[in-house]
Each structure stands twice: as structure tokens, then as C-alpha cells.
């Protein structure tokens, strides 16, 4: 076989090549992206959390950032973007010209909560999770009770993560 | 040195993104936690990454995504609307679909993006590596990106030369991404190495014929004691010789006039066709082998081979020709290649070598001949026994099996007379009359043919214990047994074609002497062993 056989190219070429595959598919690569299908159950499954590596590798990856907010947004019933840079004190009511969102501070018990959302449109599809995107790209959810006519309401603790975002003007808000 | 070292660092971090994105695929899970891609398909997405094959998986992606968002409302919903990214699954969440759209049709192999023109035709098949190389794409050219690329013709019917767009425009993106990801290829020293020598020692024979066992042989005893190259084990250099007889093949078969030649490329200056690559690369993928393939498609629930017998079977190269060139080198490395290899596992641990080297007197290559019979005629009455339970389920796959297990039978029992024929002597099988036939026969040992297989079969079927072989799991199991049918067929077919055709005309007994004394001198050269036993002489 002459070393400039073509054949002799081809088949060497694909040796070379298909080490380096095998290089490539080695396990123990250090982890730099969140697969899309996660993120996707993240959006899409409300019982699913990522873990907490995941979680933290998002607030780090504003490529990841990107992918998961248009994966929200692109099946979003309804968004409301950042409240103006003026609106610096915390942040207890938006408004679109869908929706109402509102957090109520409980008269019985002052630690606690009410986040309500209120549908203007009464055929409006009504949403089942709320995603909230916070300055720092942290993102939370929050799986909403079922709806009494345009009406929802959920208590939750004023800590509660979903609260505390909420209360920045540079939350965005995604409904689902 | 500096130099070489700092390039190699610069390379390595070069592909390290490309490494993590693939990685990333490879790691996706399914809802259940187990994985969302075989690994298969991480395989095939990476051949098509490192070969740069991308341009018709890209297309194919392309019409994919059209079809799903006609059919869904969203190409999201239908990828990621499953867990596990299977053929059965697409299958499944298209019929869910099915109507949806004017300008898409779905079959029962696939679905068809119909143009003005022509017809686009993607098959259940190959979507599960679609959708890794849509996940690939997301992950590495971004998801927005990816999303306004091809918002264009998901959005309304269009033409198949609008889609072609769209492909190129995402094949562009790759071809940016690789460029700066992916380092080229690293040269492999081993397989030139032995090219060379095989040169020297072929005599006038050209391609993958003159790599023989006595080449194999005569370059591992040139070469094994030495320190020019990395040929210290018999296997690693059979391994070597396996992988040229397979590249070459392949690559002979590619250039042939038999396959279109891409227009663009410059074969006189040494470039190479990404199809023609993609090829050789894939028939060097020991995951495509008929017992790979058969573990595969099984897992646990349908224990057609077992651990034992797949690790017996594993020696064979059942996919490719190397046992035609040199059936004594598979044997040699099945028998040697593991006593090697055992030598330097009880070497590193530092234990005591007290099993002494094969003789001529243990008839070691027969014996395993012997073994490799005695595990497919097990996997041959598993199949018999399969017939039956596919029979009971009135599957098709069971006719498969009939067919090849009894290849002689008399199949006239269910043909019927076909009286406006205007003769006796015609006599049609009506394929959907004889398959209810089929269905309906009964065991019987003393019956016509067909009746004492299936007679034959409930039989094995009764002796048979293992995971999927039990009636009370049967229904569970059946879909997967059916699925290994055409695996199941390939394992038998290639397993016999080694022992009856390549390996038959061998001398055994007579290998058997010459290298019972030859390998013991080079492994006692190579190990310090006494002349006894594989005791260190020290």
C-alpha cells in the first residue's frame, strides 16, 4: 500500500478520529453546562427542583440564564418585565393589562404573606406556576393554587424566596 | 519541548467547552433518572460532531422541527414532551399528533414533510439523535439563537428549499463553533506503525488482505520486547490490526465507485469527504456489533445472552472480516491475549503467578471453539423458545424466527387452494390468510412440520429460567423480546458464519503446538518466568 493510498488516508483519518471521540466521551468532564432537557423540566414540571449544584451553576451561567428564559417565555401565558429604576422601595403590586399581581402582608400573623393574582380577562388561560427572574439571575418558582374564578391567592412566609424576589423592582415575572 | 506541551494545553482547553457540552448530553436524564439518550446516540452525535457530518442530520433536524411545530403548536412540547429520547417514543407522541397538518403525514415508520415538489421523509429511527443534536445545538450556539434561526419556517408551510436555508444557516453556526472547539485530530502512531511494518512483510498483497496472522504475529514478536512502540501486549496489537482490517474495508467500499462522490471536495490534495469519514468511523464502533446491539436493545428484562456468555462471545469480531484475514489471531488473542492480560494483572498486584502457561495438551483453541458453540446453541434454543412466546402474542417476529431456525421447513400447511386459479397445480399463500394460519396452528410433535417446531419450541420455552422467559412476566416482556428479534437473528448469523466458514478450514491441532511453544518464550522472556510453570524465576 503506497502511504498516499487514499484509501490508506481515509482509514488512518478515521482511527485518529475515533480517538478522539473516545477522548472526548471519557467520563469525569467537569460540568460547564446545564443540559437543556433539565432545564426544560425545571420550566415544565412543577414538582422538579434542580439540585442545588444546578441551582448555583445557573446564577453563574448567563448562557444557561438565557436558555431557561426563553424557555419560560416562550410558553408564558403573561409577563411583566422590571419595574422602573425609581421604584426603589419594596415593590407590593404590577400590573399589566392582563394581570394583577399583589403581595398582602396577613393581618393575623404580620411574617406571613398573601400573594394573589388577579386575570382581568376572565377567558384568559389561567396559569398554573409562576417563575420570577431576579437581579442577581437567581430563578424561582412557584406552583399556584388552583384558581376561584380570575382569582388566585397563596400564603407563603415573608422570607420565602419567592416573596423576597418579588419585592425588587428588577424581578421579572413569568406566567405559566 | 516547551513548545509541544504548551500547544497541547492550549489544544486540550480548546476542546474543553465541546468536551462539557457533549458531556452534558451524555449526562441527561430521564424523568425515571435514568438516561434521556442511549449511549448509542451519544456516540453517533459524537462521530457527527468530530467528523463533521452534520450537514444532512442538520437538515433532517430542520424538517423535524417544521413537522413538530405544524403538528404540536411547538417543536419544545414534542422534544422535550418526552423523557427518554426513543424511537417508540417519537412514535408514540407523533400518533398523538396524528392530522394535525396539511403539509405532514405520519406513518408508521416515520414522518413526511410534503413539498410542492417532493416528499422530506424523517424516520421514528433517527430522531432520538436529532433531538441530541438539537440539545447539542441549544447548548453550545444558545437556545435564542437556535429559536430565531428557525422561527422563520415553523411558523407557516413552507417550501423544502426555505428549510434548506435553515439548515445551512445552523450548519454555518456549527461550522463557527467547531472551528474554534474543535482541535484537529492527534495522529495515532500505533496504526502507522504497524502499516509500515505490514508493508515491509506483505509481499505484493495490497489493502486490509495483507494484514494476516502471520503479519500480526511476526510484528508483535519484532516489536513486543522493544521500546521504539507501545507493543507489549498480543492484544493491543491484534486490536490494531482488527481496527486497520476494518478502516480499510470500509474506506476501500467508500471509495469505490459504488458511492457519490461530494462535489467540493479535493481528493488528489488529501481531503477527506465528512460522509465517506462518518462511515469508516461508524463501522469502528464495537457498540454496533450484533452482541452489542443485542445487550442493548435486552438490558436486563430479556436474558437472551447473559453476563458469562456475552464476556465468551465478546472475543468474536462478529461485524466486520477480520476472522476471514486472520481467524488464528482471534483465537490467539481469545486464548493468549488473556492469559497475558492476567499475567499482568497478578504482576501489578504483586501477587503469586502459580497457573502454568497453556500446552499443546489442553487442545486450548478447540476447547474454545468448543465454548463459543456450546453459547450459541444456547442462544439459538433461547430464540426457539422466543418463537413460542412470540407465537402465543401472535407477533410477526415469530414467522422471523421460524424461518431462520428451520430454514428447510415445509411452509405448505398454510398456503391454501386457490380454486379461480383454473388450475390444481397453482397454489398461492395469501400472506394475511397464512399469517392468521400461522397464529392458529397447535403444537404437535407428531404433526406436520411447522406444528412440531412450535411443538418443539413450547418445549424450550418450559426448560428455559431466565429474566424474560417466564410466563407470568410474559406481557411485560414481549415487546422487548420482539425488538432483539433482528439482533438475536444477527448474533446467531454472524457466531455460525465464524465457526463454519473462517474458522473450519484451520488446522487446530497443529496451531495448537506451534504456539503453545512460541508464546510460552515470549512470555517468559517478557514476564521472567521459569520454565515451568508461570512462576517468576526469581
Redesign the interface.
Given at each position: 500500500m503506497p502511504t498516499d493510498d487514499p484509501i490508506r488516508n481515509l482509514a488512518l483519518a478515521a482511527i485518529d478520529a475515533d480517538r478522539q471521540i473516545k477522548t472526548f466521551l471519557q467520563p469525569g468532564v467537569k460540568r460547564e453546562n446545564i443540559a437543556i432537557s433539565t432545564l426544560f423540566r425545571y420550566a415544565n414540571d412543577p414538582g422538579y427542583e434542580l439540585p442545588a449544584d444546578l441551582a448555583q451553576h445557573l446564577e453563574n451561567d448567563p448562557i444557561a440564564q438565557a436558555n431557561l428564559m426563553r424557555i419560560i417565555s416562550n410558553a408564558a401565558l403573561e409577563h411583566i418585565p422590571m419595574l422602573a429604576a425609581a421604584a426603589s422601595d419594596t415593590v407590593t403590586r404590577r400590573e399589566t393589562d392582563k394581570t394583577v399581581l399583589i403581595l398582602t402582608p396577613s393581618r393575623a400573623d404580620p411574617a406571613q404573606i398573601y400573594l394573589t393574582i388577579e386575570m382581568k380577562d376572565p377567558e384568559a388561560a389561567r396559569p398554573s406556576q409562576i417563575f420570577v427572574s431576579s437581579a442577581e439571575g437567581q430563578w424561582h418558582k412557584l406552583q399556584l393554587a388552583p384558581f376561584v374564578g380570575v382569582r388566585t391567592q397563596t400564603i407563603l412566609e415573608s422570607e420565602h424566596e419567592v416573596i423576597v424576589a418579588l419585592s425588587h423592582p428588577e424581578a421579572v415575572v413569568y406566567f405559566r | 519541548m516547551a513548545t509541544l506541551l504548551e500547544n497541547l494545553n492550549l489544544e486540550e482547553g480548546k476542546?474543553?467547552?465541546?468536551?462539557?457540552?457533549?458531556?452534558?448530553?451524555?449526562?441527561?436524564?430521564a424523568?425515571d433518572g435514568g438516561p434521556?439518550y442511549s449511549e448509542k446516540v451519544?456516540?453517533e452525535l459524537?462521530?457527527i460532531i468530530?467528523?463533521r457530518s452534520y450537514a444532512k442530520p442538520l437538515l433532517e433536524l430542520s424538517h423535524l422541527m417544521v413537522a413538530a411545530s405544524r403538528c404540536g403548536g411547538?417543536y419544545?412540547n414534542l422534544f422535550?414532551g418526552i423523557s427518554r429520547a426513543t424511537s417508540s417514543e417519537f412514535r408514540r407522541s407523533f400518533a398523538a399528533l396524528h392530522g394535525a397538518s396539511d403539509d405532514i403525514s405520519i406513518s408508521e415508520h416515520g414522518v413526511s414533510h410534503n413539498g410542492e415538489v417532493d416528499v422530506f421523509q424523517i424516520s421514528f429511527a433517527r430522531m432520538p439523535l436529532l433531538a441530541a443534536l438539537l440539545?447539542f445545538m441549544?447548548?453550545t450556539i444558545?437556545?435564542?439563537e437556535i429559536?430565531e434561526m428557525t422561527s422563520a419556517v415553523r411558523d407557516r408551510a413552507v417550501t423544502h428549499e426555505a428549510v434548506l436555508e435553515t439548515a445551512r444557516a445552523m450548519q454555518r453556526s456549527l461550522y463557527a463553533y467547531l472551528k474554534d472547539h474543535l482541535p484537529p485530530?492527534?495522529?495515532?502512531r500505533r496504526?502507522?506503525h504497524f502499516?509500515d511494518y505490514?508493508?515491509q512483510h506483505?509481499g505484493n498483497r495490497?489493502?486490509a488482505n495483507?494484514i494476516t496472522d502471520d503479519v500480526v504475529l511476526g510484528y508483535w514478536l519484532a516489536f513486543a520486547e522493544g521500546s521504539d512502540i507501545e507493543a507489549k501486549t498480543y492484544r493491543g496489537v491484534y486490536e490494531t490490526a482488527r481496527?486497520?482490517i476494518i478502516?480499510?474495508d470500509?474506506?476501500?467500499d467508500?471509495?469505490s465507485s459504488r458511492h457519490a462522490r461530494t462535489i467540493g471536495t479535493d481528493?488528489e490534495a488529501?481531503e477527506?469527504d465528512p460522509a465517506?469519514?462518518d462511515a469508516?468511523?461508524s463501522?469502528?464502533?464495537d457498540g454496533e456489533s450484533p452482541l452489542q446491539r443485542l445487550i442493548e436493545t435486552c438490558g436486563e428484562q430479556v436474558k437472551f445472552i447473559n453476563v458469562s456468555e456475552a464476556e465468551v462471545l465478546s472475543d468474536l469480531p462478529l461485524n466486520d472480516g477480520t476472522a476471514r484475514r486472520m481467524p488464528k489471531s482471534v483465537l490467539r488473542n481469545a486464548v493468549f491475549g488473556a492469559v497475558q492480560l492476567r499475567l499482568t494483572m497478578a504482576l501489578r498486584r504483586g501477587d503469586a503467578l502459580a497457573q502454568p502457561l497453556p500446552s499443546a495438551a489442553d487442545e486450548f483453541y478447540q476447547a474454545r471453539l468448543a465454548l463459543y458453540n456450546a453459547v450459541i446453541s444456547g442462544t439459538e434454543k433461547l430464540a426457539l423458545a422466543a418463537m413460542w412466546a412470540l407465537h402465543q402474542a401472535q407477533r410477526n417476529e415469530a414467522i422471523e424466527l421460524a424461518l431462520k431456525l428451520a430454514p428447510d421447513i415445509n411452509w405448505g400447511v398454510l398456503a391454501r387452494h386457490d380454486n379461480d386459479a383454473g388450475s390444481e397445480n397453482v397454489v398461492s399463500i395469501a400472506a394475511v390468510g397464512a399469517l392468521n394460519k400461522f397464529f392458529e396452528l397447535e403444537p404437535n410433535a407428531r404433526g406436520d412440520e411447522l406444528s412440531a417446531l412450535l411443538a418443539d419450541a413450547k418445549r424450550a420455552w418450559r426448560q428455559v429460567n431466565r429474566a424474560g422467559f417466564r410466563d407470568d412476566a410474559l406481557e411485560i416482556s414481549v415487546d422487548v423480546m420482539a425488538e432483539a428479534v433482528p439482533d438475536v437473528l444477527r448474533l446467531i448469523d454472524a457466531t455460525r458464519q465464524l465457526l463454519d466458514r473462517d474458522f473450519k478450514p484451520v488446522d487446530w491441532p497443529g496451531v495448537e503446538i506451534q504456539d503453545a511453544s512460541t508464546f510460552a518464550g515470549i512470555l517468559r522472556r517478557l514476564y521472567a518466568l521459569n520454565e515451568d510453570t508461570a512462576q517468576h524465576a526469581d
Open positions: - | 476542546s474543553d467547552a465541546l468536551r462539557a457540552a457533549l458531556s452534558c448530553i451524555a449526562e441527561a436524564s424523568l434521556r451519544t456516540r459524537a462521530r468530530v467528523c411547538s419544545e422535550w440539545e441549544l447548548t444558545g437556545f435564542p429559536d485530530v492527534q495522529r495515532q496504526e502507522r502499516l505490514v508493508d506483505a495490497t489493502d495483507a481496527r486497520l478502516a480499510l470500509v474506506a476501500e467508500r471509495l481528493f488529501g477527506i465517506n469519514l469508516v468511523v463501522a469502528l464502533d
